[in-house]
């Protein structure tokens, strides 16, 4: 999250109060965290991972309309760190450099430009967006409507305060406040957990979602909610950034591909896209993303994959 100095006030706030100020402000004041237009005023960044080498067969297959500006138009929700979020008013995370060496081995700049979660996908097939890189998991859903290029493996955590107070367990969920951000996966899974908590006669999940994962971060920091659930990157980060509030309970479960969201039959791009991640994965530089960002080497995938199958 935002490690930057801000005024003197702010040094007392929680870190994750300090994220979501930041991103607001990196939003240009539009509401980002609270739910507000994300892409009215796009946080832009370049990356900062070293630069790579440009590789001449791939950036030929990248179609052209998409090379005519030399630009590479990526979509993202930037309120996921440390995947994607805006520390200094530019967009930066694991997603970001990944996305910026795609750029560099296609021969192209990328521009990230911020958006909320649920409309990234619509993006595309509107032509909004020439890639989404945004910590999108892999499933069927989502490939009835656009392609999927696989680059990394993450499941599903459970947030709770520090010590777990109420004694939560991701199957001991029933009655409780459990905040998520709107639109994941993390959504359909709690659908499903109510259901079955309402077939067994039990109380339903008191389910509270927002647009920003900040927004869900800062709602289990302040005791709005008693748990959150996330991508297993995206709860390891926050238990570190919060000085010891939050904890995770378990392990990860439902592990499954993120994947850079394409248009729908888009097969040269396709190619292009998965080559380029395949050739960072080879010379190493994948890896030292990875580390850079504290993501677990066991998420690392040998082989990235055009439509992965969805788990």
Known sequence: ????????????????????????CGAGGNGAVSGGDAGSSPAAGAGSAPA???DAALAGLVPADV?????????????????????????TGFDVDLGTAIGQVLGLTAEFQNSQFDGIIPGISAKKYEMGMSSFTVNA??????DMVSYYRAGTSLAVLNGNPDKLSVDDLCGKNVAVQKGTTQVEDLDKRNAACTKAGKPAINI???QAQTDVNLAL???????ELADSP????????????????????????????????????DKAVQGAVQKLIDSGDYKKILEKWGLSPSGAVAKSEINPPAS
């Open 234 to 269: 995206v709860i390891d980060y926050a238990v570190k950034q919060t000085s010891g509030q939050l904890e995770a309970v378990g392990q990860p479960y439902d592990t499954a591909p993120y994947g850079i969201v394409l248009p729908k039959g888009s097969d040269q791009m």
């Open 1 to 24: 999250m935002a490690r930057g100095q801000q005024m003197k006030a702010l040094a007392l706030l929680p870190a994750f109060a300090l994220v979501g100020m930041t991103v607001a």
């Open 52 to 54: 790579v080498q440009k």
């Open 208 to 210: 509270t979602q927002f």
């Open 141 to 146: 859903d989502r490939m009835q409507t656009v």
């Open 67 to 91: 090379k005519a500006d030399g630009k590479l138009v990526i979509g993202q929700d930037q309120t996921y760190p440390p995947n994607e979020f805006v520390d200094g008013g530019k967009a």
């Open 221 to 227: 920091t302040a005791k709005r909610v008693q748990a």
